[in-house]
């Protein structure tokens, strides 16, 4: 199975800044790469899909990067409303896999 | 639009079945994948099984002795069995949508199950 690690597991942001998260792939997984936030007591969110390709509806601060085993998620002014949990997950090979998290806090 | 909603029991007494239906509206179950996922305390968001658009499953190996996945195309309803229910299986299970490029681009707004005695 593919493992993806995520790192920190826990940022503390200020609004405003521009943070970058990191998953990686303890294998390739191409490009088939996603990520999600949630929110307390709701369910994932689509935020990228396929690396980089951005979502509809999704603010334009929110943009991601890289392919085979190592992936950035970055948000360019971080918003209050930012404030989640935010996972990667494979979709190149199954089981499908997801990372455990990074918790973006306020400062 | 897409909508997609979970229904069952929120509790279910050890070695028992889960059932839970998915219900969807806003597309076809017969052109997308539909997905289960659970998110758990001890395990965080675990990919289950899906159930192709022609029809055909695929199980998670950690279920699939005992997760089963069918649906039902005239009401547009995905199910979701699972037996010989734990303690460790509570959690939030949610069926998803699967996209073109293998991610989850809709979900459901989740069932909580506990499993307790």
């Known amino acids: 199975d593919v493992v993806l690690t995520q790192s920190p597991a826990t940022l503390s942001v200020t609004p405003g800044e521009r943070i970058s998260l990191s998953c990686r792939a303890s294998e390739s997984v191409d490009t088939y790469l996603h990520w999600y936030q949630q929110k307390p007591n709701e369910s994932p969110r689509l935020l990228i899909k396929?690396?980089?390709q951005s979502i509809s509806g999704i603010p334009s601060r929110f943009s991601g990067s890289g392919s085979g085993t190592d992936f950035t998620l970055s948000i360019n002014g971080v918003e209050l409303e930012d404030l989640s949990i935010y996972y990667c997950q494979q979709g190149n090979s199954l089981p499908h896999t997801f990372g455990a998290g990074t918790k973006l806090e306020l400062k | 639009q897409v909508q997609l909603k979970e229904t069952g029991p929120g509790l279910v007494q050890p070695t028992q079945t889960l059932s839970i239906t998915c219900t969807v509206s806003?597309?076809?179950?017969?052109?997308?994948?539909m997905q289960w996922v659970r998110q758990t305390p001890g395990k965080g968001l675990e990919w289950m099984g899906f159930?192709?658009?022609?029809?055909?499953?695929e199980y998670n190996s950690e279920f699939k002795s005992r997760l089963s996945i069918s649906r039902d195309t005239s009401k547009n309803q995905v199910f979701l069995k699972m037996n010989s229910l734990k303690t460790e299986d509570t959690g939030v299970y949610y069926c998803a949508r699967e996209g073109y490029t293998y991610d989850f681009d809709y979900w459901g707004q989740g069932v909580m199950v506990t499993v307790s005695s």
């Open positions: 806003g597309f076809s179950l017969t052109s997308y994948y």
């Open positions: 396929y690396a980089s």
């Open positions: 159930i192709r658009s022609g029809g055909s499953t």
